[in-house]
């Protein structure tokens, strides 16, 4: 069955180190996106991409970078993390279509200390 | 720009009780409407979604009808099991925001016996 996974699911690091969130679909899809979800905020997107080579930016981008070298993967990575990036983290993909449903990822927590 | 407003939790009710929870929007656009509900622990999963004015979405005893004069999207069930309880997040995606959802803040819902 085709799936989308996250890793790690629970990361723990230090304010400034550089952290690399990975995610992987076997959706086939050309589109994923990232969102980080906060208690009082919902989910905000970070970044999100088309397709191969295609990057674009979300609402809450600052600090954080993506890129698309392939159709299943889409890493976030946090030049120097923050504790303001102390979140929960969801990695989604869905076809061409505004009406298509986004498929999740289960999550990763991250705390920075 | 879009967004999405729902009512605030969390939400208590008995076991069969009547479940509303309530969602308006703004959008420049002719958005697509979404319900998605987030299990303890777990990512986000479609629960239903209407395309256009009028269309009623209906999943597992749930429905929400796309009312563009009034802009909402009203999630309700006539009778709640405790397998309900999880939060539910009312989402839109249009052309103006490409293939990425905007999400309400989500609604604490928990279901006693």
């Known amino acids: 069955d085709a799936e989308i996974t996250q890793s790690p699911r629970h990361k723990i690091t230090e304010t400034g180190r550089q952290v690399t969130l990975a995610c992987h679909q076997t959706w086939n899809h050309n589109n994923m996106f990232w969102y980080r979800q906060d208690l009082g905020h919902g989910l905000r997107l970070i970044h999100y991409?088309?397709?191969?080579?295609?990057?674009n930016k979300g609402e809450v981008s600052d600090g954080y970078s993506v890129s698309r070298s392939n159709t299943e993967d889409l890493p976030l990575t946090l030049e120097s993390a923050a504790s303001s990036q102390t979140s929960v983290y969801f990695c989604?993909?869905?076809?061409?279509?505004?009406?298509?449903?986004?498929?999740f990822g289960p999550g990763t927590r991250l705390t920075v200390t | 720009g879009n967004s999405v407003t729902q009512m605030e939790g969390p939400v208590t009710l008995s076991e069969e009780a009547f479940l509303t929870i309530n969602c308006t929007y703004t959008?420049?656009?002719?958005?697509?409407l979404f319900w998605y509900v987030q299990y303890p622990g777990e990512g986000l999963q479609l629960l239903l979604k209407a395309t256009k004015a009028d269309d009623k979405g209906s999943n597992k005893g749930f429905e929400a009808t796309y009312r563009k004069e009034t802009t909402s999207f009203h999630l309700e069930k006539g009778s709640v099991q405790v397998s309900d309880s999880a939060v539910y997040f009312c989402a839109l995606s249009d052309r103006n925001s490409g293939y990425a959802l905007n999400f309400g803040k989500g609604t604490s819902l928990l279901v006693t016996p």
């Open positions: 959008a420049t656009g002719y958005p697509s």
């Open positions: 991409s088309y397709g191969v080579q295609d990057t």
């Open positions: 989604a993909s869905s076809e061409l279509d505004r009406a298509s449903e986004q498929y």
